[in-house]
């Protein structure tokens, strides 16, 4: 009986995803893990417990997200939730935070010629990212478990970090040992929040996709499964499916953004990484003065 309504599933199944107008739409939560932020703030003599609380509120409210993928048998588009901003939130400081940790922008996905384009924001200057989708070596496992009522199989990747993904930060291992070591007449001065975090080179993901939707997309960039991936996670930002729907009523237009000036991933996270740095030397040595961008 069991078999029967297996077959059964696989046969409507068949007729659903070989349909030339197929689309489908999949609400994602997307969560990142704040713990080693918390925990330097703690240590962090110039910032007050009312401070604290500020940030790790705004920080909150950029790290939990929900976003909607549109997908079709070759293509998606993938973005934010669109929400009121509350107050503060829209701050140029917070929309750079927020474009640093996946969210703003429109993300587009084109599986049959291995492409993506994104529209980004970054210090007041629009970006249009354009370049080829990363490869993934997935391993598969052999795990299974279910996610919303879908059989699920566990795929894991080793892959090189995205230097202007700022949830790819990892703190210092051993840092407290090194601040013990510091020299007496150097504990009065002032050091940068985030030199006690690090860029790792490499970071393991692991994907949970389901062959009962058969269509190779994900969330963000992910891609490259013989099914929809419902959960990635990364060590520390963990995104979940918790809705999906095919054939939906409502279509929507498939389509790569067109705004913002156009360059390459790698262009781009130069970019990102050059004025960081600046800002991070000018954090040190002049207390924060706030700093413009001057495009190339």
């Not at 659903?16 to 107008?21: E, I, N």
């Not at 713990?35 to 007050?48: H, L, P, Y």
């Not at 199989?153 to 840092?175: E, G, H, L, Q, W």
């Not at 990364?234 to 498939?254: A, F, H, M, Y």
């Amino acid at each position: 009986m069991k078999k029967n309504l297996v077959l059964i599933f696989l046969f409507f199944s068949t007729i659903v995803f070989s349909q030339k107008d197929f689309q489908g739409m999949a609400v994602y939560e997307s969560k990142t893990s704040m713990g080693e932020f918390n925990d330097r703030m703690k240590g962090n003599k110039d910032i007050t417990p009312e401070m604290q609380k500020m940030i790790e509120e705004r920080m909150k409210k950029m790290f939990e997200k929900t976003f909607i993928l549109n997908f079709d048998k070759s293509t998606s588009i993938y973005k934010e939730e669109e929400k009121l901003d509350a107050p503060g939130q829209n701050q140029g400081g917070f929309r750079m935070m927020t474009s640093m940790m996946g969210g703003g922008g429109t993300y587009f996905k084109n599986i049959k010629e291995k492409k993506y384009t994104v529209d980004k924001e970054f210090m007041g200057k629009e970006f249009l990212v354009k370049d080829s989708l990363k490869i993934y070596n997935w391993q598969m496992t052999g795990e299974t478990r279910q996610i919303g009522g879908y059989n699920c199989f566990k795929a894991i990747a080793i892959v090189p970090t995205n230097p202007s993904d700022f949830r790819n930060f990892r703190m210092k291992k051993n840092d407290e040992e090194k601040k013990e070591e510091v020299k007496a007449d150097e504990k009065e001065k002032k050091t940068n929040f985030m030199d006690g975090f690090e860029m790792p080179k490499e970071i393991t993901i692991t994907a949970w996709y389901t062959p009962e939707i058969p269509v190779s997309q994900g969330p963000e960039g992910y891609w490259g499964l013989p099914g929809l991936i419902l959960e990635i996670n990364d060590g520390k930002t963990t995104i979940l499916c918790s809705k999906i729907v095919l054939n939906p009523k409502d279509r929507v237009e498939i389509k790569a953004p067109t705004t913002g000036k156009e360059i390459s991933q790698k262009e781009y996270d130069e970019t990102v990484m050059k004025k960081m740095e600046e800002l991070r030397e000018m954090g040190a040595g002049q207390g924060g003065r706030r700093m413009e961008f001057r495009g190339r």
